[in-house]
């Protein structure tokens, strides 16, 4: 039953991670191999803001709504910085500065030791309802519906954006950005905009992870969580949230099931792993192939050929 409740509370946290990338790249095309940076950025916000005692004796203690608010809009701060530098570049190009701007803050935690705890992290980070809980099963239980009830009307906001015009005017530009532009749209304000409403997204799911975690440290944040969100949002569809909802259930669904098939076989963990990752893969490469848009996906709506 444990597993089940952590697995289905990192899909909660992680569902708000897709949707500010979906929104990023399903709608306006930006193509952001450094979405961890704001999921990190939000996490480490409400530690240090939260916990009553950080690795250098600066936590703050202050209540988890203000730290998570707070995560949020440095997120969406971090992202406006990014977005002011990087979004005039192209494709490839924004891929790189994206993916070389999630490699720096990653040393920066792990080397400014007096702020972040280095390779050890931040401990001690109060959970919302840990006090008020009987049991540990109680406590996941309690958190799972928590910030499953604040993913939902997250998503019933992003949906409503998105149908809205500001919405069509993304896929506009995401479809032909000359003719967006030609006809007098701003395009790259909305770009911008939808880069750091993504990365607001990225930090509120941050912000929920540090709460429900405990602590955080550079491990929670590398390059892997950022291939895990892209391949549930290419499996599924972009630019359709429950599309890449259901592309992460399944990418979580393979982790849960590797989990007990593991305990079951001969193989070591290590290989075990690797033949996950050839599994998931292999299923990306099918779906690239046959599905490009995703097996809920748009094609029309994305512009790919099929």
Known sequence: ????????????????????????????????????????????????????????GIGLGLPWPIAVVAGVGTAALVGAIV??????????????????????F??????????????????????????????TQTAMTAHLLLFGGLTLVT?????????APYGRVLRAIRADELVSRSIGKPVFSYKMQSFVYGAALAGFAGGLFALYNGAVAPGFFTIQVTVTIWIGMLLGGAA????????????MSLRLFSR?????????????????????????????????????????????DT
């Not at 990087?86 to 720096?104: H, K, N, Q, W, Y």
């Not at 992290?121 to 809980?133: E, W």
């Not at 046959?290 to 094609?299: L, S, T, V, Y």
């Open 1 to 56: 039953m444990y597993v089940f409740v952590e697995v289905a509370t990192t899909f909660v946290i992680y569902g708000l991670l897709i949707l500010g990338l979906n929104l990023q790249y399903g709608f306006a095309g930006l193509v952001n191999f450094g979405h961890v940076v704001f999921f990190a950025v939000g996490a480490y916000t409400v530690a240090i803001l939260s916990a009553q005692n950080t690795f250098a």
């Open 83 to 104: 977005a002011m530098t990087s979004l005039r570049l192209r494709g490839d190009f924004l891929a790189i500065v994206t993916l070389a701007t999630a490699e720096i």
């Open 106 to 135: 990653h040393s920066i935690t792990v080397n400014f030791k007096g702020i972040f705890g280095g390779n050890v992290g931040i401990l001690g980070i109060p959970q919302p309802v840990a006090n008020l809980a009987q049991n």
């Open 155 to 163: 998503l019933g906001g992003i949906t409503r954006l998105t149908n």
């Open 240 to 251: 359709n949230h429950r599309a890449v909802l259901i592309g992460l259930a399944v990418i």
């Open 260 to 304: 007990f098939a593991l305990d079951i076989t001969p193989i070591s963990s290590s290989a075990f792993a690797s033949v996950r990752l050839i599994i998931i893969g292999l299923i990306l490469v099918a779906i690239i192939r046959f599905r490009p848009a995703g097996i809920f996906g748009d094609a029309k709506q994305l512009g790919v």
